[in-house]
């Protein structure tokens, strides 16, 4: 097994040589040049005097420079800072100052933004950071472009790079993730070179992710979808990367027939536009083979479509938080349409997983209660924060995810909810994911959220966010009336807000923060 990130790369180089690892727009490289292009990039972070441990910061969105850049910080035993491609200045700076980034790789002309100049427009102070690079775009005053960067490589010797990556362990730092902030600021989850290999061999191994495929990127990088199940699980397996930078049904449906697209993972609503698209059957996309979805609530009908219109002979839905470095459970190859609709999966081998109530103690099969886990994929807690690090991995190193799920006698799990979002009405427990599943079978609603809002009879109850299906309509009165025809009386929604479309992250959840403050307003 190897034990570190770098080893990896080097021996995919040794063995898939002139085999595509990565297809970006013109550029192509393969598994040998990918190694070289990392090797130049590291030598010029050690040129740059990024340390053993210093960490490294990226701001870009998915390009095949992301990939060079981030490989070169884990060659370097640098901690890569994946920074989310939405954030404004202020929460960039947040990271950058938590993390003590000492270099920032990033780009001037994405979606019309200027990311240097969102940096400096704000009032935080980053000492740490020294060296701005900029992988695309104009590079202002005080930073470097990519090309200048790279001239930096003729400084070091030419096997400056392959000595500090011999030096490095399988316990080493390779990245902090930071948790969305949907509950405060956002924290960072560490974990390790050996943690990454070892969970992204597994979850490409089960998923049947094989050398050959040809795999389409959509989802952002700085995410563990994107970064860890993406590009990363593609190198370890010898895919070639296809990474695209923005989500446009038109786009995917192009890509997939001209680059014969075999792998194209993302969140229910990314499968669902493109079975909604009026021109999908203009499109040759039976090259597709590999799905891997993800969501509390997956209309089993959406799996059987997947495979029926759109083609997958296999659609894997599975579980995992930043703290779990990505995974926790997966559905099997073998498992039926109900199973990968309704469950997210078993754990993966050898991690430990259980339902737990308020007191740690396991509950019944099929009984609603907090889900744990321990094992090798668990982080190694959050950056400069013992007091988080100890709410969250208690001293027998159970992960408390917060998320509410039951499990089966057969070891599969249902998330029905997120310990935060639960709301009590009048002594009973509501769990939003519960009732959207079941107002998602009303006919005419395409899509729905839930949250508890104050009440003053019964202390809290439901308020749905609903959005029509294509074609049809939807009143507030048709949907409270359909709910109290269909669901206990504590369930009903009290209040309901027909919506154009329901707001997003860029991974495709619902931000139920924003549809709060909607609540309030």
């Not at 297809?23 to 040049?33: C, I, K, N, R």
Request: charge should be negative; include cysteine.
């Amino acid at each position: 097994m190897l034990e570190t990130i770098p080893e990896m790369v080097a021996h995919q180089a040794e063995s898939l040589g002139s085999r595509q690892a990565i297809v970006d727009g013109s550029t192509t490289l393969t598994f040998a040049e990918l190694a070289d292009r990392v090797d130049e990039a590291a030598r010029a972070l050690i040129a740059g005097g990024i340390h053993t441990g210093d960490r490294v910061a990226v701001w870009a969105p998915n390009i095949w420079e992301w990939i060079v850049c981030a490989l070169a910080v884990h060659t370097v035993g640098g901690v890569m800072v994946p920074v989310n491609t939405r954030y404004k200045g202020i929460e960039a700076a947040y990271l950058l100052q938590k993390s003590g980034a000492k270099a920032l790789f990033t780009v001037t002309g994405f979606l019309d933004v200027d990311y240097v100049a969102l940096l400096r427009g704000t009032d935080v102070k980053l000492p740490e950071l020294t060296q701005i690079i900029v992988l695309r775009g104009d590079a202002p005053d005080g930073t470097l472009n990519y090309q200048e960067f790279l001239a930096r490589a003729s400084e070091v010797s030419e096997t400056a790079a392959k000595e500090r990556a011999a030096t490095l362990g399988p316990e080493d730092l390779a990245d902090i993730l930071f948790t969305s902030g949907t509950t405060g600021k956002p924290k960072g989850a560490m974990c390790t070179h050996a943690q990454n290999l070892r969970v992204y061999d597994q979850w490409s191994s089960i998923i049947g992710l094989r050398e050959g495929d040809r795999y389409l990127v959509v989802l952002p990088f700085f995410h563990s979808f994107g970064y860890k199940a993406g590009w990363f699980s593609a190198l370890i397996r010898g895919a070639t990367v296809f990474p695209e930078a923005v989500f446009d049904v038109n786009v995917v449906l192009r890509r997939i027939q001209e680059d014969a697209i075999t792998m194209l993972p993302g969140p229910p609503a990314l499968y669902q536009s493109i079975l909604l698209h009026p021109e999908r059957a203009q499109f040759d996309i039976t090259s597709l083979r590999l799905a891997v979805t993800g969501a509390a609530a997956i209309p089993v009908e959406l799996i059987q479509r997947m495979k029926d219109d759109l083609g997958f002979e296999t659609v894997i839905t599975a579980y995992g938080l930043t703290e779990s470095c990505g995974v926790v459970t997966m559905c099997r190859l073998d498992d039926d349409a109900e199973t990968i609709a309704t469950t997210s999966g078993r754990a993966i081998p050898e991690v430990e997983v259980r339902i737990i109530d308020g007191e740690g103690n396991a509950v019944p099969a099929n009984e609603p209660g907090e889900i744990v886990v321990r094992g090798y994929n668990v982080m190694k807690g959050y950056l400069d924060s013992d007091e988080e690090t100890k709410k969250a991995i208690d001293a027998e190193g159970w992960l408390h995810t917060g998320d509410i799920g039951t499990m089966d006698e057969r070891g599969y799990i249902k998330i029905t909810d997120r310990l935060k979002d639960m709301f009590i009405v009048g002594g009973f427990n509501a769990y939003p994911a519960e009732i959207e599943n079941t107002l998602l079978q009303m006919p005419g609603v395409g899509e729905v959220a839930v949250i508890g809002v104050p009440d003053e009879r019964l202390g809290e109850v439901g308020m749905a966010f609903v959005v029509s299906a294509p074609g049809q309509s939807l009143t507030p009165d048709a949907v409270i009336a359909w709910s109290r025809e269909n669901m206990a009386n504590f369930k009903v929604p009290r209040r309901v807000e027909v919506l154009d479309a329901l707001p997003r992250n860029a991974t495709g959840k619902v931000v139920k923060f924003e549809l709060r403050e909607r609540a309030r307003g």
